[in-house]
């Protein structure tokens, strides 16, 4: 079942949820179309358990580079740094499955939605932690809030996603997360 919905969660990513026709899921699960409802009902459920893996798989990694025993300021380069390496080359240009879902079906689709968002509040939440955390040290920047810093980290991230598709270069949205970061640092 773990391998059928990440090798689903491949064809999603590649084509979009409307892009991808039962045909598609098929080839790539390896299973009949009997199997295929058996296990997962339908197409949208399908799609909502390969979501699912795919924030739980996020999640996984920002805990990593956030909450290592590493200094709070270095945990949030850490995590930058990991949102620029995907979002450069051929890993940007392939871009991220939780936004192009975001801009697919968020608006239309209130199951999706509920899980984009709340895969964004986790997100902001893990780096507003961290952020409190480099607060309490004496390490930001007089007058950083770490929850509105936090926010403008996650609308950052997310907008290299997006600006990942174009190619950028990977020095380039070094630094710019570089500068971002020192603005709210000491």
């Known amino acids: 079942m773990d391998a059928a919905v990440e090798r689903a969660m491949g064809v999603f990513w590649s084509r979009g949820y409307h892009g991808t026709a039962l045909p598609d899921l098929l080839h790539a699960t390896k299973l009949s179309r009997?199997?295929?409802?058996?296990?997962?009902?339908?197409?949208?459920s399908l799609f909502l358990r390969a979501l699912d893996r795919y924030i739980v798989d996020a999640v996984t990694r920002m805990d990593l580079e956030?909450?290592?025993?590493?200094?709070?300021?270095?945990g949030l380069r850490a995590f930058l740094a990991g949102y620029v390496d995907r979002t450069s080359g051929a890993n940007g240009r392939r871009g991220c499955l939780l936004v192009a879902t975001?801009?697919?079906l968020a608006g239309q689709d209130a199951e999706v939605g509920r899980r984009v968002a709340g895969f964004f509040k986790a997100m902001e939440t893990r780096v507003a932690d961290a952020l409190s955390r480099a607060k309490t040290m004496g390490k930001l920047a007089d007058g950083v809030e770490p929850s509105s810093a936090?926010?403008?980290?996650?609308c950052f991230v997310e907008g290299l996603r997006v600006i990942g598709k174009t190619a950028p270069a990977r020095t380039t949205s070094q630094a710019t997360a570089d500068a971002l970061l020192d603005c709210f640092t000491r």
């Not at 956030?66 to 270095?74: F, K, V």
């Open 102 to 104: 975001a801009m697919e």
């Open 34 to 44: 009997g199997s295929l409802y058996a296990a997962f009902g339908d197409k949208h």
């Open 66 to 74: 956030l909450t290592s025993p590493r200094e709070p300021i270095d």
């Open 150 to 154: 936090a926010k403008i980290l996650v």
